[in-house]
């Protein structure tokens, strides 16, 4: 079998059992087997696999098929055009968390913000993306997990931004040695009774996604907080579920009657974040 009718092969797989966008991840699950870059990819099709490439293949394909994502077998995930290293203890960033970061280099645009928290940081996508954009700030990144932390430890070394981001384990804002001027944060969201017991989303860690009997346990949290760790005219970001922003703006409103509130729509118009500001 040559690299054509291995990819020809793969997509084909993904395909015949129901796999979104199919013909990429068969691309890039070839790729990874192989380890080259897709140029290399399309200039060695006549180039036939190896016994050892073709097992692996086969391998890697049934961990896919049994609904493990493709982030997690390649250990790879693009956000914000950066490339991050996943494993099965952190999230797998998604595109519509891309929006707190347009959301949060646009504040940094408009005001001054030279001390940001992301918070709940995971693989550190956020974080990293963050610190190649706002380059003055200086950026504190918690999480409540270890484990999560050397997994956003090797993205700040990887994209060099190790020296600008302060890693810190604990709950919510504790860890934070002194207030902010923004926070960022993709907390868990996820009602308990929706968690899912199969399927891609079933391999992700838990702690990440249980938001409580209403998905908001963290959020209220973070709200509560907040007022402690906010320096004056700080903001924050939040990334919410469908049907949230309510519930969220109404909370706001309560802990900071005197702000300007705003929630932002993701590309699936969606109620995707909620913005906070001190007046």
Not at 21 to 49: C, P
Not at 56 to 66: D, G, Y
Not at 205 to 220: E, R, S
Request: charged letters at 20%.
């Amino acid at each position: 079998m040559n690299l054509k009718q291995a990819l020809a092969h793969a997509r084909g797989v993904l395909a015949d059992n129901n796999i979104d966008d199919a013909s990429l991840e068969g691309e890039l699950l070839l790729r990874h087997v192989l380890g080259i870059n897709r140029t290399r990819l399309y200039l060695d099709l006549e180039v036939d696999l190896s016994p050892a490439h073709e097992e692996t293949m086969r391998q890697l394909f049934e961990r896919r098929l049994r609904g493990e994502p493709s982030a997690y077998i390649t250990g790879h995930r693009e956000f914000f055009g950066l490339d991050f290293h996943v494993e099965h203890n952190v999230l797998i960033p998604r595109p519509e968390s891309e929006l707190l970061v347009e959301k949060a280099i646009s504040l940094a645009r408009n005001r001054p913000i030279s001390i940001v928290a992301d918070i709940g940081t995971g693989c550190g996508s956020i974080a990293v993306s963050l610190a190649l954009n706002i380059h003055e700030a200086k950026i504190y990144a918690t999480d409540v997990s270890a484990a999560a932390l050397e997994v956003a430890r090797v993205n700040c070394c990887k994209h060099e931004v190790i020296d600008r981001i302060c890693l810190l384990q604990g709950d919510m804002l504790e860890p934070l040695p002194e207030p902010v001027d923004l926070i960022v944060a993709n907390l868990p969201y996820v009602r308990e009774v929706e968690l899912p017991r199969s399927g891609p989303l079933s391999f992700e860690p838990v702690l990440a996604l249980n938001g409580g009997p209403d998905g908001l346990a963290g959020i209220n949290s973070l709200c509560y907080q907040a007022g402690s760790k906010l320096r004056p005219g700080g903001c924050i970001l939040l990334e919410i579920g469908q049907g949230q922003a309510k519930a969220v703006t109404d909370l706001f409103g309560q802990i900071f009657p005197s702000s300007q509130i705003e929630v932002t729509n993701d590309l699936a118009g969606i109620e995707r974040v909620v913005s906070l500001c001190l007046t």
